[in-house]
């Protein structure tokens, strides 16, 4: 595949792949949260919100794991803190709750969710509309000869006229105006997605220790 169809195929499935995982973590971790924060004073809503960030936690590892093919580079994982050796069960149950990136894990699921809704509905459409479009002189005579169909159609609306094949070609352009805003389309609204994942799941990258400066020797030989 060339570049561009690897950067579209990148994105197509970073925007589709999410709705899935946004639709089952969402109602999962608002209901986690409002349950544990309301049974919070009497200690038994705790483990249920250690269970729900541990849950935002596996959703986040997913989510960084999909945003080097997006946004072109490595992330680096922020650090967990891990539960001591001598800690007991308690301890260990609640050590998702340890880790202050445990907050922004939660709060992903919850504001990323419109983000994930709204990126499939438009990868959706747009893929819909280019292959619908592209391949509507296949098929488009068909729907043209339903008694009605031209006569009610865009074109004739507009005042362009009604006929078979002004209603195959209309929509055939359609199609392929659909086809030439794909990549962008689609570049675009994958970045907007990734970028709030990577500010809020993400810490910056080491950076790399500059190289040693080359020293010469200028002493004069005797």
Do not use: C
């Not at 169809?5 to 970073?14: F, H, K, L, P, T």
């Not at 969402?26 to 924060?37: I, Q, R, Y």
């Not at 308690?90 to 699921?109: K, T, Y």
């Not at 962008?184 to 080491?206: D, F, H, N």
Request: charged share 10%; proline share 8%.
């Amino acid at each position: 595949m060339t570049t561009l169809q690897q950067r579209i195929a990148a994105d197509s499935r970073y925007l589709l792949l999410s709705f899935p995982t946004a639709l089952v973590s969402f109602p999962l971790v608002v209901a986690g949260v409002s349950a544990g924060l309301g049974a919070a004073v009497a200690f038994v809503g705790l483990p249920v919100l250690a269970a729900t960030a541990g849950l935002a936690r596996n959703v986040a590892d997913v989510e960084r794991a999909s945003l080097p093919g997006v946004l072109g580079h490595p992330v680096a994982r922020p650090r967990y803190r891990e539960a001591p050796v001598w800690a007991g069960w308690f301890r260990r149950m609640m050590n998702p709750l340890a880790s202050g990136q445990a907050i922004m894990d939660l709060l992903h699921v919850i504001i990323a969710f419109p983000i994930a809704v709204a990126g499939f509905v438009v990868a959706a459409v747009w893929w819909v509309g280019t292959l619908a479009g592209l391949t509507f002189p296949l098929y488009g005579w068909i729907i043209a000869g339903i008694p009605g169909a031209v006569e009610t159609g865009l074109p004739d609306l507009l005042g362009f006229g009604a006929g078979p094949a002004l209603f195959v070609v209309w929509n055939t352009v359609i199609g392929l105006l659909f086809a030439i805003t794909l990549a962008p389309v689609l570049r675009g609204t994958a970045l907007v997605k990734a970028s709030l994942a990577e500010l809020m799941l993400t810490r910056p990258a080491l950076a790399r220790p500059a190289a040693a400066p080359h020293i010469v020797d200028q002493r004069i030989p005797a």
